[in-house]
């Protein structure tokens, strides 16, 4: 039914098993994007073969970590579990992927905490930022939002679920991944327990990127700012996002209080130029959200309320200076020496190691090792930086902001830069 | 009306005599208590006592809003009905569903869940017991 195993042999006694399934916000229906928190939280309560209690005692019994993480184009459930419970653990995973089971007491429970969860966002002004700026700068699946706005959350069903869970939990579209367990073993567990998934890969789902403006005034003594490009391509585009990766280490910046430290990014562009000569600068950082076939990548910051327009200023100088050649060949090999090690860093973890194949085959449909993204690294040069940050300009700006917003620049004078 | 318990019949040899005249029994005494019943428009589920058993209380947690709303309004009609020592009117007594088992799947569930737990030794999620 087109269902995958993939495993990396380790020689240590923690293993990490995980399922990943091409199912997020991006593919639930438009008004019932909160589906995809709800499956996330439900994925451990309960199967049709097992109760809650049942569950969590053998999870316990195993000595297995249980997590659950959707985002808009994939979910993943994962266990950590010592190497010689590798066989109950992907039994215990393939139950949750291909049984779960959606009560309407729990699904009203959880609403109840989806619906805090959506307050909540109040206070934290970048999470706020970064789901507004893809509501706003896509139309089609990757404008659901993930975090379900109060309202949208009140109407989920127990009915919902399941329905989100036949049509998307199909075996194409299913991965189960494992770090530090034999092929052979996990294979002879999962095959029978994923054969009962229907057939089915994953569709395509149509976007159309088209920028946006978007303000809400929360009030308070900041003004928060997120200002965004396309990056046309995606994870998919794997040089691209390779210079995705080294753009993000080469910007850095972070906030104006951090003890800094190696490794904490204190020599990256706007940590120098930015944060370390505007005081009244509280936060400036790169971020880059990359999907299957696209991206926004940009500055995310928040400064005095009185700044806005300063502080959407910077943030345009900041781009238009690497876009122009503005990189010195230390900062590019300082990114792609700290790039490198963030990735021999992560990969000495097993759960990180499972995710890797996992999303690797999900997106890809092979694995790309460690030693290969290193080796593209260190072929990225100052040409392909500067390349590909003009290539972010010439897309519409994604101009979101939230706090007090009264400083704000309108959209067209950015638009226009 | 149907038989709501698995009950005794078949155990043993003498059970298996008096089996046909327990069955025809237990389809007059239903027939009995859902005219009682009709008469102050109540089910049987109606009937269970979330005071007398947590399980009860648990499982009319897990119902659906409009069902426990459902099953006051029924009580309430019914204890209007008690106090003015009235019944319902044919019309309403033809259109009442005495046997519609609502909440006894659910507590069957509850108790299975419980079972579970008493088995492993812990405790159940709510700890209040009726002194």
Redesign the interface.
């Known amino acids: 039914n087109g269902a995958r195993v993939g495993t990396e042999a380790t020689w240590a006694p923690q293993a990490s098993v995980g399922a990943f399934v091409e199912m997020g916000s991006a593919h639930a229906p438009a008004g019932k994007s909160g589906v995809a928190q709800l499956v996330e939280r439900l994925a451990f309560r309960g199967t049709a073969n097992r109760?809650p209690?049942?569950l969590s005692?053998e999870g316990e019994a195993i000595g297995a970590t249980l997590t659950a993480q959707a985002s808009r184009e994939q979910l993943a459930l994962a266990l950590d579990v010592p190497a010689s419970n590798v066989a109950d653990a992907v039994e215990i995973l393939a139950d949750c992927v291909a049984n779960p089971r959606y009560?309407?007491?729990m699904v009203d429970e959880e609403v109840q905490k989806l619906q805090e969860a959506a307050d909540a966002q109040a206070d934290n002004p970048h999470g706020l930022l970064m789901e507004a700026a893809n509501v706003v700068a896509y139309q089609g699946g990757l404008s659901h939002p993930l975090v379900a706005p109060k309202d949208q959350a009140a109407g989920l069903t127990a009915d919902d679920c399941e329905a989100f869970h036949r049509a998307n939990c199909t075996g194409g579209r299913v991965v189960l991944a494992a770090a530090g367990a034999d092929h052979q073993e996990v294979v002879g567990v999962a095959a029978e327990l994923l054969q009962g998934l229907p057939e089915g890969g994953a569709p395509k789902v149509p976007f159309t990127y088209l920028g946006g403006d978007h303000r809400q005034n929360t009030g308070g003594e900041l003004v928060h700012a997120l200002l965004g490009y396309e990056f046309a391509g995606g994870w998919r585009d794997v040089k691209g996002s390779v210079v995705m990766t080294v753009l993000q280490m080469l910007m850095g910046g972070g906030g104006s209080f951090s003890a800094g430290g190696p490794g904490k990014g204190m020599h990256s562009r706007l940590y120098r130029r930015v944060l370390n000569n505007c005081p009244w600068v509280t936060n400036f950082t790169a971020f880059s959200s990359l999907y299957n076939d696209t991206g926004i990548v940009g500055i995310v910051g928040s400064a005095d309320a009185a700044k806005g327009g300063d502080l959407v200023g910077l943030m345009s100088k900041e781009l238009e200076a690497v876009a122009s050649g503005g990189t010195t060949d230390e900062e590019l090999e300082r990114a792609k020496a700290s790039a490198v090690a963030s990735i021999w860093m992560n990969l000495e973890s097993k759960p990180i190691v499972c995710e890797d194949i996992g999303r690797q085959l999900l997106t890809y449909g092979k694995r790309t090792s460690g030693a290969d993204f290193a080796a593209e690294i260190a072929k990225v040069s100052k040409a392909d930086i500067t390349k590909a940050v003009t290539a972010l300009l010439k897309s519409t700006p994604t101009l979101v902001s939230c706090g007090d917003t009264s400083t704000v620049p309108r959209f067209d004078s950015v638009a226009k830069r | 009306c149907r038989t709501r318990t698995g009950g005794m019949a078949g155990r043993g040899f003498l059970s298996k005599l008096v089996e046909p005249f327990y069955a025809r029994m237990a389809l007059w005494y239903q027939a009995e208590v859902a005219v009682e019943l009709k008469k102050f428009g109540l089910r049987y589920d109606d009937l269970l006592d979330p005071l007398q058993n947590l399980d009860v209380e648990e499982a009319l947690?897990?119902?659906?809003q409009e069902e426990v709303d459902l099953r006051n309004q029924r009580i309430k009609r019914a204890m209007d009905h008690s106090m003015k020592h009235t019944e319902l009117s044919a019309e309403m007594k033809a259109l009442q569903t005495p046997y519609d088992f609502y909440i006894d799947p659910v507590v069957k569930e509850i108790e299975?869940?419980n079972m579970?737990?008493a088995k492993?030794g812990?405790s159940k999620p709510y700890a209040r017991t009726i002194p």
């Open positions: 109760s209690f049942r005692r009560q309407q007491w | 947690k897990r119902l659906p299975a869940e579970e737990r492993l812990t």
